[in-house]
Every structure is written in structure tokens, then in C-alpha cells.
């Protein structure tokens, strides 16, 4: 304390005026030492003030130990804040209010004001009262505590403990503090509805209708006799039925009988004359302003007086205060186990789906960012070690990236929806993360934008994907076109030397014909042969080859006029072979007139040169399916097993010999190449000795360029 000569005058000052004061003063220091009373202190305590300055309060009173009066001074104490609270002092039997301030010392001033008759209940007329009390102690042998003991209880109900025990505990203590025969605790449940195996559930007129059917009354804890709970007779009664239904629904809060014999308010006074009772007490079970929650009601075999009613009314207000303080802390428990089960579901299945979520409020920059988990991951940051803010977040994004992100974060705050953005994240190890960014703002009702939300998603895998079938393709296309070069290059120049090679066989033959003998001659026709061979082999193969390397020259062409080229082209053949080609109706399609040409006439020749006994017949039809043209051209020609259906279309693959029927092998690889260019497909239908039908699609308009 302060030690100059003023500031003790005014310590002393102090002093008797405290002293002078009715209510009790106690300073202590931050050990708890008593360090001055006042007068009135001193009184209440019965002690020298002398004998305790500078003792410790708990050593001095080691009750106190433990005790909800310690807890209150030492919260004062350790947290600087004035604490007010009422307690009962068991050795004193008296109640008071306390108030604990922190002074500027360290310690606490202590306030101690007697409030035992502020807490005392209406009081019971003297004769009354005296006769409870002669009860009490009959009952007991001890002197009567009840009120203490109401008052206990009450603590004790306001404290944390599961909400049956409570009830129990509550119709006990009824049952035994004042000596009732039956006590019991019927709460509401609301949206129990009667239909629901009520046994009145049935009931339409008369007084056991229900008169709220979406509330039902439930006995949910009894004490002394009858404390049988179940059984549907007993457990439920209808809202609005019986004196138990009425009291809840009623809007008096309370009911008290003591002749229930032959109060008229009563309606079985045989029951009660049988059961020898007297009194029957009912309390609504509500806090100021709600609705009721149940009842608390109880059945003696002796008047119930006036202060014991009023006991009773002060447990039941404490008991409707600990329904709704259990019925708040069991929501309260429910919405955050089911806020902790949803938390968990959503950031399992971000995580499951690479899927993280965010949301930034506005302003950008000042307001809170949150992540989920998974976006921390995504961003290869830890929530321990990074708080996400606009700034920090930018750092995260590849510097490559970072102008277009600015954009787009500029673009939702305008409100312009635009469209998902792809960005890199630079992550730790040096890797790169592909995401994928989707946002929008969000409004309050004044439309004024709040803030930002939306999802990040993981595309690496993708990212990655596409990039090897991006390159895979390269590849391919490349090596497509070296093979056509090649294709190409090494048959147009075969082409020279070749008809070098034929020539002169050719010039040999005419030459000395009848100067060689028969053996020479044959020779020279199998070099002229086997030359013409390769001069058709060579021009199939140029043919193949410019398939792909001719620039495409697509447009509308008419069909039958690309029929018309291809039969005059096959004149020869058709005339050979005396082949009937005819054709339903042919459309016009988006293509390359000369391909086109070529498709049809490698199909027909084929179709004329695989001809049986009879006279080739083919015939060429077109008919729309979805979107594209199917084209079917048909033989009566020897046919194909199914077996070679797919190989056929494979470059150099033939189902015959030379001699049996002559060809390269490259027409209906020509075929599939020129069909597959404009996007179609390409197949036969077919049975040896049958006919084959070569059926081809090109799609309606300029879909699939
Ligand atoms: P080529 O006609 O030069 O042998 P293609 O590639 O045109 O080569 O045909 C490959 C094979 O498909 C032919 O050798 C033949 O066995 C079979 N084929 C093609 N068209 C028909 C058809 N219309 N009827 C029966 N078989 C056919």
C-alpha cells in the first residue's frame, strides 16, 4: 500500500467510514491475506478483526475450500473483473450477496451483504407453519432445514448434469422434503403427435380431447408411490385432458387442493378417499413470456401450506429453467455435431475430388479470406503456417499466370460471371499444379456486393493427359506425313526405272519375235508381266499417298454425277464383265470430287471383278441416318467371310491369289483413307457365295471437317 503521510490520512479516513457502513467489507491481497475489515465484518464473522489481519482467508476458513464463495473470489482475483454472486453460508444458515472488485493493489475488496429475508418466501401463517415444522422434525428428528434444502437444490439443478438425473433428482427431494405421496414431472414434447400411439388419439368429443394436437405431455420422472413410468396409460396425457392436460394449457400457473376428497375442482374423490389423500398441488412448468414446457405436480396425505406452495412454485420456475437450459444446450450440441459431420463430409469429398472451396470478402485485400483444407493442399500451403489473404494468395500463382488471375478476379468483381480460368501454382518442391478457378460474387439484399466465392480444382492429372495426347498426335501426324513422303517419293521415282524395265522387255519382245525360242519368249511375258504388275502396284500406292497430301478440296458435290465418272472410268471392265450397275437416288455431299470419284469406282471395280458364273450386278444406294448419308454398295458377287471383314481395309491384304483374281491390295486401304478424311466410317457386310455390301458414311453438311 502506499506509504506517504497523505495518503495514510486518507487510508485512516476511509476506515471509519467504512466502518460506519451496515454492509460487511473484507481487503485482501493477491495470497488471499486479510489485509482490512470493516466493523460490520467483524460482526458478521464474530471475530477480533486484529486476530485475522494478515491471515489467509482459506487457512483461516478451510470450508470455504472447494466452495462455489472460493471460486467466485479467485475469479475475481485472477481475471481482474468484479464478480457478483449469492451464496448460502451453512455455518451462518443465512444467505448473501457478495461482491468481489479488484482493487489497484492486486487484491480484492469483498462485499458481503445479509440477504436471508429477501430470500426467504412468503411466509406461512405462524400456526401453519409451525405445524409443518413440527412435521418436518417429527418426520426427520432434526431441526427444519427445507428451505436450505430447496435452496440446494436449486443450485444444484442449474448446474451441468444430464437433464434425467435432474428430474429424478427433483421429484425425489419433493417427495421426501415435504413428505408428499406422490410427486411426479410431466414435460411437453413438442411435434409428438397424438396419432402416434396416443391412446387418445381416437378421441373426438368430451373432456379427454386433446385440445393442442401437435403437443402431448409426457411423465417423465416420479418419486414415492406410483413411480411406474410406462405403460401407455400412464406415460402420456393428451395437452388440454385431465387436470395434468389443463393445468399445462391453462393460463393460471398454478393449482392447489387440500380437500381433494371433496373439492369439486376434483374429479375422483373415491380414488383419493381410497388412497387416503388430502392435498394435490400442480405448477406450471414455464419461463417468464414462453410457453409452458410441463408440469410439476404432487399428491399429499396432508395440507399443502402456504409457504411450502411457495417453495414449490420457486423449484418449479427452477425447474422450467432447467428444461429450457437443457433443451438450448442439446440443440446447441446437435447443430454442432451435425456442423462438425457436414464440416467432415464436405472436406472429405473435396479431398476425394481434388475440389477445394474459398471465399474472399470484399473489399478485396482487407476483407477475411477462408479456405477449406483441401484448397490449402491444392495451394501446397499449411494452415498452421499460411493465412490466406489476396495478397498472399497471388504470390502463390505461377508469375506467368498472375496478369490473367488480376483479370479475372477484376472481371467477378464487376459482377461479369466470366468464364473458368486454368492457372499454375508454383508448389514447394518445385513442382507445378494446374487448377482450375471458378467464381462468382455474392450480394447482400441491397445488392452490394459481400464477397467472393468459389472452388478451385485440381487438373494436373488432366493438364498432363492432354498434353501427352497433344504431343502423341504431333508424333503421329508427323509420322503420317514422313510415311506418305516417302510413299510417294519412293514410287514416283520407282515409276522411271520401271517403265525403262517394261519398255525395253516390251521392245525385246517385238523385236525378235520368232528369233527366240519358246522358253525365251515365255520369259520375256513373265518380265513384262511381273513389270506391268509393279507399274499398277507403284501407281496404287502414288494414289494411297495423295490421299493424304492432297490439300482438301472440299465442296457440295451430286453424287450421280460422281457415279457417272466412276462407271465411265470402269467402262472397259463393265463392258468385259457385261455388269448391270444401277442406283437408287444419290445425294449431294461435302467432299473432294476426285476422292469421292475414286471411292466409287474402287468399290464397283471391286464388286465387278469378284464376280461369280453370272453377270455382275451392283447396285448403289444412299439413305439418311442421324446426322450423315449412308451409302450401301451391293454385289451378287462370291463374297467374304465375316472373319476378314476388318482386315481387307488393311493396306496389302488380300483374300486371293494374283492368279485368281488380279490387284494390289491397296484399294479398299485407299477406301478407308479417303472415307476416314471427311470423317466417316467404312465397313462390309458379307457371307461367302452371298454378296458383300460395302457400306460407307459421310456426314450431312460440313459437320466433322
Ligand atoms: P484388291 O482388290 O487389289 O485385291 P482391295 O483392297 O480392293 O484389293 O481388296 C482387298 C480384298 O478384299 C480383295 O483381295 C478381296 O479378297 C476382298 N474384296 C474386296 N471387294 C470384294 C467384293 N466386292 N467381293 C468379294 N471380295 C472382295
Not at 409451525?130 to 417429527?138: I, L, N, T
Not at 524395265?501 to 521392245?507: F, K
Not at 461367302?688 to 460395302?694: A, D, K, M, Q, R
Request: proline share 5%; hydrophobic share 40%.
Amino acid at each position: 500500500m502506499n506509504s506517504t503521510p497523505f495518503a495514510g490520512a486518507v487510508q485512516d479516513a476511509a476506515a471509519h467510514v467504512l466502518d460506519a457502513v451496515p454492509e460487511a467489507y473484507a481487503c485482501f491481497d493477491s495470497q488471499f491475506r486479510y489485509m482490512f475489515l470493516n466493523r460490520a465484518r467483524e460482526q458478521l464473522l464474530g471475530e477480533d478483526r486484529t486476530n485475522l489481519l494478515g491471515q489467509v482467508l482459506w487457512e483461516v476458513y478451510p470450508a470455504l475450500v472447494g466452495t462455489r464463495f472460493q471460486e467466485n473470489c479467485r475469479r475475481a482475483m485472477a481475471q481482474r473483473v468484479p464478480v457478483m454472486f449469492e451464496d448460502y453460508d451453512e455455518a451462518l444458515q443465512r444467505w448473501f450477496a457478495f461482491t468481489a472488485t479488484p482493487d489497484s493493489e492486486g487484491g480484492i475488496v469483498l462485499r458481503t451483504v445479509d440477504i436471508t429475508g429477501r430470500q426467504q418466501p412468503e411466509v406461512a401463517p405462524a400456526g401453519a407453519a409451525a405445524s409443518f415444522d413440527q412435521r418436518a422434525e417429527e418426520r426427520t428428528g432434526k431441526p427444519p432445514t427445507r428451505q436450505r434444502s430447496v435452496s440446494r437444490l436449486q443450485h444444484s439443478l442449474l448446474d451441468a448434469a444430464p437433464l434425467e438425473n435432474k428430474r429424478q433428482t427433483v421429484a425425489d427431494a419433493i417427495v421426501r422434503l415435504f413428505d408428499a405421496d406422490f410427486c411426479r414431472i410431466w414435460l411437453i414434447r413438442p411435434g409428438d403427435l397424438c396419432e402416434r400411439g396416443c391412446i387418445y388419439a381416437g378421441v373426438r368429443d368430451g373432456p379427454h380431447v386433446c385440445r393442442r394436437r401437435d403437443r402431448c405431455l409426457h411423465l417423465l420422472a416420479s418419486a414415492g408411490r406410483y413411480t411406474r413410468i410406462d405403460g401407455p396409460g400412464h406415460r402420456r396425457v393428451p395437452f388440454g385432458c385431465y387436470k395434468i392436460g389443463r393445468l399445462a394449457s391453462e393460463e393460471e400457473a398454478k393449482f392447489l387442493s387440500n380437500d381433494v376428497q371433496h373439492d369439486p375442482r376434483i374429479h375422483d374423490h373415491a380414488w383419493a378417499r381410497e388412497l387416503g389423500l388430502v392435498s394435490f398441488a400442480g405448477y406450471q412448468l414455464r419461463t417468464p413470456g414462453e410457453e409452458t414446457l410441463g408440469v410439476l405436480v404432487l399428491f399429499a396425505k396432508h395440507p399443502i401450506l402456504a409457504d411450502e406452495d411457495a417453495l414449490l412454485d420457486g423449484l418449479g420456475s427452477t425447474v422450467a429453467l432447467m428444461v429450457k437450459r437443457a433443451a438450448a444446450e442439446e440443440s446447441l450440441a446437435r447443430r454442432t455435431e451435425e456442423l462438425a459431420r457436414s464440416n467432415y463430409s464436405l472436406s472429405e469429398s473435396q479431398r476425394i475430388a481434388h475440389v477445394g472451396s474459398w471465399s474472399m470478402e470484399v473489399p478485396i485485400g482487407i476483407g477475411v479470406c477462408a479456405w477449406t483444407p483441401e484448397t490449402y493442399r491444392l495451394f501446397g500451403v499449411s494452415p498452421d503456417t499460411f493465412v490466406p489473404s489476396a495478397e498472399l494468395f497471388q504470390r502463390l500463382i505461377h508469375p506467368d499466370d498472375r496478369a490473367s488471375m488480376q483479370a479475372w478476379i477484376g472481371a467477378c468483381l464487376a459482377g461479369e460471371e466470366p468464364p473458368d480460368l486454368e492457372f499454375r501454382v508454383g508448389l514447394p518442391d518445385g513442382g507445378v499444379r494446374y487448377i482450375l478457378g471458378r467464381g462468382h460474387l455474392v450480394r447482400d439484399a441491397g445488392n452490394q456486393p459481400i464477397r467472393m466465392v468459389g472452388i478451385a480444382q485440381d487438373i494436373t492429372e488432366r493438364k498432363r493427359a492432354e498434353e501427352k495426347l497433344r504431343l502423341a498426335l504431333a508424333d503421329l501426324g508427323r509420322s503420317n506425313k514422313d510415311l506418305e513422303q516417302f510413299a510417294y517419293v519412293a514410287s514416283h521415282d520407282l515409276q522411271e526405272p520401271l517403265r525403262m524395265v517394261s519398255s525395253y522387255t516390251q521392245l525385246l519382245a517385238r523385236r525378235y519375235q520368232g528369233q527366240l525360242d519358246a522358253s525365251a519368249n515365255k520369259f520375256i511375258a513373265y518380265a513384262v508381266d511381273g513389270a506391268n504388275r509393279m507399274q499398277r502396284l507403284i501407281e496404287d500406292l502414288l494414289a494411297y499417298s495423295r490421299v493424304g497430301t492432297r490439300a482438301k478440296g472440299f465442296e457440295l458435290i451430286d453424287c450421280t454425277a460422281v457415279l457417272d465418272r466412276a462407271l465411265a472410268n470402269l467402262k472397259a471392265a463393265i463392258d468385259a464383265s457385261g455388269a448391270v450397275v444401277t442406283h437408287g437416288p444419290l445425294p449431294a455431299v461435302v467432299h473432294d470430287n476426285l476422292l469421292l470419284v475414286q471411292l466409287f469406282q474402287n468399290l464397283i471395280g471391286n464388286a465387278i471383278k469378284f464376280h461369280v458364273e453370272a453377270p455382275p450386278r451392283v447396285h448403289v444406294s444412299a439413305e439418311q441416318k442421324g446426322g450423315e448419308w449412308v451409302f450401301a454398295v451391293r454385289d451378287n458377287g462370291i463374297g467374304i467371310d465375316p472373319q476378314y471383314a476388318q482386315r481387307i481395309f488393311t493396306i496389302f491384304q488380300r483374300l486371293h491369289t494374283n492368279e485368281e483374281y488380279s490387284g494390289t491390295g491397296i484399294g479398299l486401304a485407299i477406301c478407308k483413307k479417303i472415307v476416314e478424311r471427311r470423317g466417316g466410317r467404312v465397313w462390309v457386310e458379307s457371307q461367302p457365295g452371298s454378296g458383300s455390301t460395302f457400306y460407307f458414311t459421310v456426314p450431312i453438311g460440313g459437320a466433322g471437317l
